[in-house]
């Protein structure tokens, strides 16, 4: 609401001045509001992390196994099961836990600080201790600590691409007052939120909500609930699981019947109703299920990918769609030159045009730069930045000849005027250099009517591929202060966010691999259209939807069956975007979420599977994901794919060895009690059979490679059951013939000793 107020307003509903507040009252308002931190979710010691690993079906059908063998006073079998599920255990608690503290590395170690007026002084403090009321200085570089209302600014620009999707850096004024309370928050020219950047002018501002009351703090709260949606491998295992157990009751039932009718003792039926439940029950599932996915965890992180949930590995092999950010994940979120076009043709932006060119670009500009850790770090407005960098890689030795040089006079950018100036003594000479808006340069140049036309066509021709086009000119004249006319037209520079290297070729290997990919962003619907025909994400701008459109969807209902085929969301807010990830589950989707904003986090919990940037993505992104890239690239995501797939398979060959083994293992046991003899196998060899003979099977099964061409494959339908019919048929005929096999010989070997 404090957009709608004035400075002198808002001053007055929090209780302060511009003068700041003293020690005393922060003390106070500290007290009262809190810190200015984000509630953070409790972090699972090992304890919670261990105990974790003892819930599932097949894990507590085990556990009631281990119950009956130590009620019947066969400790020998309760210790074998009990040993292999404080073996997944500590597998799985190790992996988790070694992922966990992956990701907290990547959280920021160094502070924030900014500064404040305290006691009528200036002084830094932590942005942790800002409170409401607080006066607060901002400056190029600075970190937005919390929401504030302007009182000052300055030529201010500030980056709000974490929090609202948007690359392109926004104008703010002081004396801007909105009339719509619902006013969206990119409109809001009189606020700062917290996780912005000012990259500059510079302001004064006091801090109207911290912490949790902050727009970040809100989104963060549409985190609250917890996660519904369910791995499908997690999904398959419970389905798995419950038919192991009508298999393990049909059998225990069976067992008691037949020895009930042979008369036989109450103490052997039970034996023998449990070696048959210990043959049915696969007690080296779930340590090779573990193994598997920590394999495939193990080389993800190998590959930029850190697992928090080891069954999101599985998971990722089995998504359908790709929901990806476009700002700051298939592009840089950095802008470029992508080309300098002049009247006469279009130039590359390794090609050597003019120095005149050069000389704009460098001294017509408001970007600051300095050497750190052997790396130029610029800051400032990303226009200008990127004209910099454009310098610096052509020209090396002019930027740096030029680097330190003061202007004769300038005139800063200002969104009324559209242009910037400036003049320099240069060789003797006085050159006047502007750059801005085309039509406002082109009209301070010396040029025809039809060239002019002809220009702006060109103009108009590149801001349709979705470009920013920034016009350039200079004038040789000893005139004072700048000249208003008469300059020499350059060309313009063709300015956008590139792509991230590799996300071309990674977004056709999913889509080769049948997974669909969408951008949801909060830009402009041209630009994320341009980005998304680009990459082969969508063909028609039909395909296309922006957040207006979505909001009338919503009232309309929101029939998911609307968004099927669009590709391309624009301009949306974290609430829509929980929804079209909502919409696409909805259709039979399984969603993988890309993001690293602010705005990214809600749809990066409920999605099917969350993955974060760790590099640029924020604290929160990171806490609601399942996974981390540590390098940012998309094409990571399609690396973690085949990982899940590939474990997926294995776990599939680890069953199908287990199942096989313990239907041959049924087999043996059943004949013997129909043939009246001696029981081949006791529990604890059937056990030890299960956990310690297949285990190393299980270990080598769940650790093989790729099969060929996996990311050939279909992604397979969440619902698709473990079993297939081809796999039940091959497990049947395993064991069947291992059974009768075994029985055979056992037979054989007992009439040689009875005889």
Known sequence: MFHTKSAQETLQHLGCSSEGLSADEALKRTQRYGKNVLQQAKKRGVVAIFAQQFKGPIVYILFIAATVSFLIGEYSDAGFILAALLLNAVVGTYQEYVAGEKADALKKAIKTFVYVLRDGRRVEIPSEDVTVGDVVFFESGVKVPSDIRLLEANELQVN????????????????????DANEPIAERKNMLYGGSLVTKGRAIGVVTAVAQMTEVGKIASLLAHEKTAQPPLTARMEKFSLNIAKVIAGVALFIIMLGLSHEMPLQEIFLLTVALSVSAIPEGLPVAITVALSVASAAMSKRNVIVRKLSAIEGLGSCTLIASDKTGTMTQNRLSV????TPQKSYNPNEYISEHLLLGAKLCNESTSHEEDGERVFIGDQVDVALARYVLELDEELFKRHEKQKPIDALPYEPINKYSAASYQIDGEK???????????????????DDAKAVLLQVDEWAA????????????????????????YIGFAAIADPLREGVKEAVLKAQEAGISVAIVTGDHPNTAFFIAKELGIAQSEDEVIDGLEISRWMERGGD??????????????????????????????????TGDGVNDAPALKFANIGIAMGKSGTDVARESSDLILTDDAFGSIVNGVEEGRVAYDNIRKVIHLLLSTGLAEIVLVVLSI???????????????????????????????GAEPEVLKRKPRDPKEPIFKKIMINRIVVGGLYMGFSAFALFYTLLSFVYY
Request: one cysteine or more.
């Open 160 to 179: 709000e691409s974490l929090l609202t999707g948007e690359s392109l850096e926004v104008g703010k004024k002081h004396d801007y007052i909105s009339t």
């Open 338 to 341: 992508a080309s300098i076009v």
């Open 431 to 449: 050159i006047h250099f502007i750059k801005g808006s085309p039509e406002i340069v082109v009209g301070m140049c010396t040029m025809s009517e």
């Open 465 to 488: 591929k979705g470009f920013r086009n920034i016009a350039l000119a200079y004038k040789v004249s000893d005139e004072s202060g700048i000249a208003k006319e008469g300059y020499s």
């Open 560 to 593: 998911k069956g609307e968004l099927a085929n669009k590709r391309v969301f624009a301009r949306v807010s974290p609430e829509q975007k929980q929804r079209i990830i909502g919409a696409f589950q909805e259709l039979g989707h399984y969603v993988a979420v």
């Open 674 to 704: 129909l043939f009246f003899i001696p029981m081949p196998l006791l529990p604890v060899q059937i056990l030890w059979l299960n956990i310690v003979a297949n285990g190393i099977q299980d270990m080598a099964l769940a650790a093989e």
